[in-house]
């Protein structure tokens, strides 16, 4: 049985929501379960859980779920940490001085077998850190990055690098498209998946020392990668390729801004429905409509994104998770962990 | 009077939405124009507007106009350009080339003092080269920038760079930051306009290398400038400040994936109401309220982005502009002569 070790203690709603998500997830998927944290405050969460139950709002969606599980029936495990790692300490540090926080730990239970795969939804810096320092890199890779995978009109497409690396090389972009190629075929089922670069125009001239550099050593290596070129920012959603490679910081802002865009306007089509009666009556008439696009496009439904290229699976959600992100982050996990995208990873650079 | 010149050979829509956009502004703001471009098309197309008419539909907001203007009435002048450069060449090595195209001799109407302000919209290239090469620099400024105008929940804010310099150094975005902030106050009439630095966190030590070199730059200069700190690209719509600094690399995958995420939304919305016949209704009945957002987020009610740093008025519009977009260019092009936000800039360096 896969297990999936959690930081209990990681992200906005730790560990309520996160202990919740993943008795859920246990429940659901049937996976084994390994809560890294403080075991006092888990304990109560988990009685809680299978006594009187738990309400979730499941964020933004809006939803509203009753969990009642016997949590005694389902394999859920707890490994102690004194410690956490707070949202603002510098995750070098952090992760050195704090060996007995939730998510060093949680790393750890996957280093020594313990786990399978880890979820976190504490600080990003943190995870990251201590997954590299943890687990090790994957032979070939010199960084590794985030995988988002991100809705469109057709199918899903994976953003790399999501915000691991701000600051990257020509040589580390393209070792993020084998990664996220590996990704979207064994993970997404997407067959030959078409690699782009994300830039401001189509032309190989196009965009900044990088990406024109990236280009170049993608084309240099077709044979082995489906390099399409370029693609640009407003092209992303309309299934133009299925990896959409870019430097950590590039690729956060996309993510960020898609995000604020999307809120915008679901934001200002509320207050355009408010403005007179027959609106608000057509408003009520539209809202659920408008929420099935909401849950859609919404974050917590694909649960979280990959750290790919360590030796091991690490799952990164978002710090606002609620159970029913977590719930999702741990099907992300498992379906990594049965795929074994990583061994695959390792793979490409063997032949 | 204010005289604008007009590339009506650039765009997708050139030269006829491009002239009709032009008479139309000329009708609606009272400004004189001067058309650039082959003069018997140019003729032809003013022609029509006097006789038959002309039918625009307004881009996607999807409004219908027809225009049926009196040119002989308007003060037009039409110069003939005997070259147009096409979207796919080099810019540099086309103005140099060809110096009869229609953008080249655009800019010289404004350099020559024949008008007071240039709009294009062809080849962004090509329309920065020419204006760099044609109106010069703006002492104390190293490179153009272009300020793009963006809708918020609140008010409007300032992109700077939104695709001008793809390489950048602290020091250009710092003078981006100032010519950014002048145009807020000036042309957006916002006091104390703030600035903030695009990057993927909220504290000084996020980002790449450049965001946190910008970073240090303003805080060191924050007694010229309301330097307010990072922004994230989740925060851009949420008027937290009015001035968002990046380089144009960054800046125009921003502005692009706002582009793509509402495009992306709307498709979505009208999919889920096709669903089924109750679904056609509602879709119908909150048809006019979309709309209303779409008009309000529409790059065609902006018209355009100014080209800023440069000895001149250049108002960039969108390749896809119709008549509609053209004649919102040129209000932007009118106002930024009006408030004089060239001088202001270079006043901020007198200082």
Known sequence: MTRIAIDAMGGDHAPHEIVAGAVWAA?????????????????????????????????????????????????????HASEIIEMGE??????????KSSIVLAVDAVATGSSDAVVAAGSTGAAMASSLFGLGRIPGIDRPAIAVTLPTIKKPIVVIDGGANSN??????????????????????????????????????????????????LEEHSGKLNFVGNIEGKEIFLSLCDVVVCDGFVGNVALKVTEGTSSMLFRMLKQEFKAD??????????????????????????????L?????????????????????????????????????????YEE
């Open 27 to 79: 429940q659901e998927y049937g996976v084994a379960i390994e809560l890294v944290g403080k075991q006092d405050r888990i304990e109560q969460e988990l009685d809680r859980i299978s006594n009187e139950g738990f309400y979730s709002d499941c964020g933004k969606a809006g939803k509203q779920y009753k969990l009642k599980i016997d949590t005694s029936k389902l394999d859920i495990k707890i490994t």
């Open 168 to 217: 990257c090389t020509p040589e580390m972009l393209y070792q993020f498209a084998i990664m996220g190629a590996t990704f979207s075929k064994n993970v997404l089922g997407i067959e030959h998946p078409r690699i782009g670069v994300l830039n401001i125009g189509e032309e190989a001239g196009k965009g900044n020392e990088l990406a024109q550099a990236t280009y170049k050593l």
């Open 308 to 348: 790919l290229g360590v030796k091991g699976i690490t799952v990164i959600s978002h710090g606002r998770s609620k159970a029913y992100a977590i719930k999702n982050a741990v099907r992300v996990a498992k379906n990594a962990v049965e795929t074994g995208v990583n061994e695959k990873i390792a793979k490409f």
């Open 277 to 306: 009666l027959m609106g608000k009556i057509i408003g009520l008439l539209a809202k659920p409509f408008m929420k099935r696009i909401y849950t859609k496009i919404n974050y917590e439904e694909f649960g979280g994104a990959l």
């Open 90 to 99: 510098a995750p070098g540090q952090a992760i050195r001085k704090k060996k």
